[in-house]
């Protein structure tokens, strides 16, 4: 397939291509991507990455998101990014991670906003820098990344660069909660949880199971187990396992 070929497709007839099997669509986006279409090639590196349709090859994924990445498109050089930072086919690198995001994040794309700026509160592969970070996190929670607005949210609970404000912070994390971050979903239980509504607050936390990692829901738990809400402590506990499938 050439990119002449590719383009010649109508709407219908890609959609129909991306509608069969896992890996018809595979090999239809590596055939795209092999023409030279960035996104196909954007796409086909995350199918590898996630073994959608081929085996997972991170090494491959990550070829495939630098060819992208070569063509200018933000999301694959976030996805360089994610590769250093978390050691996805390649070492670990923590400045090229850095150095991929702050690229991303000043074509606009709110995951590079959102990746930067937790690289610059840790102090990561670049200098700590919290007040770049908060800025770059209210960009991109202005754009309604849903983790972003949640991390904005630790900024006013903990008092980092702003002035500690737990309403704000509230409002940020029943945000993050309606956006679908299970962090964000947890942190708007302890909230509610704190205020009385323990129902409201058992909800969520069920919900926040649901998506969240299994090392999130280890530690999310045992902090629910030895919190200063009785209720959280069996029935917390209960409800975001109960979420995340483990009882």
């Given at each position: 397939m050439t990119l002449d070929d590719l383009h010649a497709?109508?709407?219908q007839e890609?959609?129909?291509?991306?509608?069969?099997?896992?890996?018809?669509?595979?090999?239809f986006v590596r055939a795209a991507a092999e023409a030279g279409e960035a996104e196909a090639q954007a796409v086909y590196g995350q199918m590898l990455l996630d073994g959608h349709g081929v085996p997972r090859d991170a090494m491959t994924a990550l070829a495939w998101f630098k060819r992208a990445a070569a063509q200018h498109h933000p999301m694959a050089i976030n996805m360089?990014?994610?590769?250093?930072?978390?050691?996805?086919?390649?070492?670990?690198?923590?400045?090229?991670?850095?150095?991929?995001f702050r690229i991303a994040a000043e074509r606009g794309l709110?995951?590079?906003?959102?990746?930067?700026a937790t690289l610059?509160?840790?102090?990561?592969?670049?200098?700590?820098?919290?007040?770049?970070?908060f800025d770059w996190l209210e960009k991109a929670a202005a754009l309604g990344n849903a983790k972003a607005i949640n991390f904005v949210g630790s900024f006013h609970e903990d008092g980092w660069v702003v002035r500690r404000d737990l309403k704000k912070a509230a409002a940020c994390y029943a945000r993050a909660a309606q956006?679908?971050?299970?962090?964000?979903?947890f942190n708007h239980a302890r909230m509610l949880g704190s205020a009385g509504r323990i129902e409201d607050a058992i909800g969520w936390l069920r919900?926040?199971?649901e998506t969240a990692t299994a090392a999130f829901v280890e530690k999310a738990g045992r902090w629910l187990a030895e919190c200063d809400v009785p209720a959280f402590r069996v029935r917390g506990v209960q409800a975001l396992r109960q979420g995340a499938g483990q009882c």
């Open positions: 497709l109508s709407s890609v959609a129909a291509r991306l509608s069969g099997p896992p890996e018809e669509r595979a090999a360089v990014g994610r590769c250093y930072d978390l050691g996805w086919g390649t070492a670990i690198d923590k400045a090229r991670a850095a150095e991929c709110d995951w590079g906003m959102y990746n930067y610059l509160a840790l102090g990561q592969g670049v200098a700590e820098d919290k007040a770049a970070a956006g679908g971050d299970f962090r964000g979903a919900r926040a199971g």
